[in-house]
Each structure stands twice: as structure tokens, then as C-alpha cells.
């Protein structure tokens, strides 16, 4: 069974950080892996992405040096570090990534079930 788990979200003040974790499980090959978000009223955006071996990665305009992705191969793990949270920054953070599963006969996306981050004073 394809699993993704996520954790480290919550509430945290204006200017303060968080770091968000995707442990990957059950995929017989996994290749780029990224992170979306969806705000109340707000289509789901794309706000980073990392390739297979972690060499080429994109952020969103509106996280650019506030953000870092990253990824570990050899854990199956995929963080983003979240830093200067503004409350725009409030969403419900989704993992993503483009896999194939034991089972699967495609490669396809697989998504978490995402983690709340709530950025208020």
C-alpha cells in the first residue's frame, strides 16, 4: 500500500518557522516529489519541487528565500523548511510526489492528506 505521512504542521506566530516532513512508503520508484498548498478560497498552488536526485528545485514567487526544499533518497523523506511565516502563508500544505507503486501499472501522482499551518498572532 502507497503511503504518504506528513507531520510537523501547526500554529506559529508571524515571523516564526516550521519545518514539514513527507516520509514516503510502499512506491517502487519514486522521481520528483513537491509541496502544494490550498488556502480558504484559494485554488491549490504549486509552492516547491525537488527532482529525483534533489539537484534542481523551484519555489513559488511569493516563498522564494523564505523557503527550502529538500529531499532524502536513502529515507524516502521530502522537508520543507519554512521560515518569516507571514499569514498568507496559511494553508493546508499537501506532499506530492510523481511515483510508481509496487502495484501500479503507470507512474502516476500520489498525494498526503495534507497538514494544516495556521500563521497568526
Known amino acids: 500500500q502507497v503511503q504518504l505521512v506528513e507531520s510537523g504542521g501547526g500554529l506559529v506566530q508571524p515571523g516564526g518557522s516550521l519545518r514539514l516532513s513527507c516520509a514516503a512508503s510502499g512506491f517502487f520508484s519514486i522521481y520528483a516529489m513537491s509541496w502544494y498548498r490550498q488556502a480558504p478560497g484559494k485554488e491549490r498552488e504549486l509552492v516547491a519541487a525537488?527532482?529525483?536526485?534533489?539537484?534542481?528545485?523551484n519555489y513559488a514567487d511569493s516563498v522564494k528565500g523564505r523557503f527550502t526544499i529538500s529531499r532524502d533518497n536513502g529515507k524516502n523523506t521530502m522537508s520543507l523548511q519554512m521560515n518569516s511565516l507571514k499569514p498568507e502563508d496559511t494553508a493546508v500544505y499537501y506532499c506530492k510526489t510523481v511515483a510508481r507503486g509496487y502495484h501500479s501499472e503507470y507512474v502516476s501522482d500520489y498525494w498526503g492528506q495534507g497538514t494544516q499551518v495556521t500563521v497568526s498572532s
Open positions: 525537488i527532482t529525483s536526485a534533489g539537484g534542481v528545485t
